[in-house]
């Protein structure tokens, strides 16, 4: 494949930047990649494990010069960031984020973007548990997921060229509306892990049922929910806090939903529970069949 | 290792008996097993894949002779089952179940028990998605934990034996009273997998977002929780009448964390979220440290 890219810029080296940069190299994608974070101790780890060809001190410094601008930084830290960059960026360059938030990024980042760059905002739904410029692998996005929400009036060129390159690290790549954007994924991502941690801060704060003993009988169901719980607790307090409406409107929902079973239950209703029961497994064989997931056991875990 | 039982009887052929059928196997365990099962269609595909070395068209038959009897069949079907066999027990046998309910089972099958069989319910924290004869594997207990609840009087011997049997098949023997087990498992199982049914359902639900961006983008977390929503409705139906107490008990924690969590999110609290998010990290950790999960990213899925 041709080169996209002549220079990408990282800004923050976490788990989907140090994802992107090994899937560019795997790709022959981009000419040069550069990359800076907040923390001494992640550029020095990116610059042992030659994660960019380039590792700089500021963020100032890693965009000068760059076509491609990749914000991968909390959605908290974007309009600081923004505000940073904005005076060194390139004419023509594009920038891009990874945030899982996108009307917010979209507030954050747009005003400081100047006349002369193209400013589309982007979301990979792929990351794992594991956080940090070692936790990157370049098959993360490989069949997954991208969704972009450019502004109106977005130049089309630039936009082709973005959505090549992330097709040249596996993704397909799906265009929408940044508010409904954020809907989807408060269903798909953002009420879920709210789900998740809040059963795993439940278990862990029972008395009466002991931490060793939620730990040893986890293969019941339990572990389930403790792998998404185990993220990032900064990207994710983030989430929350700029996808609140969405989040708050599904969990609502969920909820409602919740309480209908319960009554289900005490009521001993077990037709309205197995009802319920069988429908759900319907969307799993969807989610199997659109290649989103295995359908081996226990997600293929290593017990068989 | 010497064999354990000379006829083994499995009432039920599902995941957890053909799973033990095949790990009993794998240990040369026992000199012989037999099984029904209800549905005429799983007594053949029993049949056909020679899941045990007899395969008979009631439980009467199918526990005549046998020295130990394996109930494998939905917790709100051991009471009927129970009285079926009754009459049909060898004098000495072990009489024990896999149901996921502890003191429901004890109830509905105890008063049913002669006084020449040893009654000890049991209940492996093993399982998959799958349902059915052909869903068993011979791994599915390696390095899990069996709980026994053995009544007040039980005879050491035959709870020693029933023990060996089950580390014969690569499982941990944990002993409790059936009380206390249904609490832990409303916590790490019963619990989790309501949460779980109910987020499937509010997503498959709703209108705003389609059936097919649920699935397009349920990498994103979603998917976590489709796969435990998408386990056998029977079996679970009966899960939730029969430990319908500390379920109900659980859920109400849970509703009041969830709702602290959504209050935070609503006043914009940080500080409550990152430090909730983060305490929760911890138990993932544990669980992997005590070999219950893997720490490869994404359960160690395919993409990488």
């Known amino acids: 494949m041709t080169q996209l890219y002549q220079r990408v810029a990282f800004v923050g080296l976490g788990l989907i930047a140090s994802s992107m940069a090994l899937a560019m190299r795997r790709g022959g994608l981009v000419a040069e990649t550069t990359g800076t974070a907040r923390s001494a101790e992640t550029r020095a780890i990116a610059t042992e494990i030659a994660l960019v060809d380039r590792v700089t001190d500021t963020a100032a410094q890693a965009v000068q010069g760059a076509d491609l601008v990749v914000l991968c930084v909390p959605v908290g830290a974007m309009a600081a960031v923004a505000a940073e960059i904005a005076p060194h960026l390139a004419r023509g360059a594009t920038v891009t984020d990874v945030g899982s938030v996108k009307q917010a990024v979209n507030d954050a980042v747009g005003p400081h973007m100047p006349d002369h760059v193209h400013f589309i905002p982007g979301h990979p739904l792929a990351g794992t548990e594991h956080s940090g410029p070692r936790a990157g ?29 992330w097709q040249g690290i596996g993704a397909q790549v799906d265009v929408m509306d940044p508010a409904h954007h954020d809907l989807v994924l408060a269903v798909t991502s953002h009420t879920p892990h709210l789900i998740a941690y809040t059963m795993v801060g439940v278990a862990d704060d029972l008395r009466r049922v002991t931490d060793s003993e939620v730990i040893k009988y986890s293969a019941a169901g339990f572990r389930d929910f403790t792998r998404i719980a185990a993220s990032d607790p900064t990207m994710w307090r983030d989430v929350f806090l700029t996808n609140k409406d969405a989040t708050l409107e599904i969990l609502g929902r969920f909820t409602e939903e919740l309480f209908a079973l319960q009554r289900a239950i005490r009521r001993g209703d077990g037709d309205h529970l197995h009802a319920y029961f069988t429908r759900t497994r319907a969307i799993r064989r969807g989610i199997i069949d659109a290649g989103q997931d295995t359908d081996a056991p226990d997600f293929g875990r290593s017990n068989r």
Not at 140 to 165: E, H, K, M
């Open 137 to 165: 692998f370049a098959e993360l996005f490989d069949n997954r997921w991208t969704i972009l929400t450019p502004p109106d009036g977005t130049d089309a060129d630039a936009l082709d060229r973005l959505t090549r390159v």
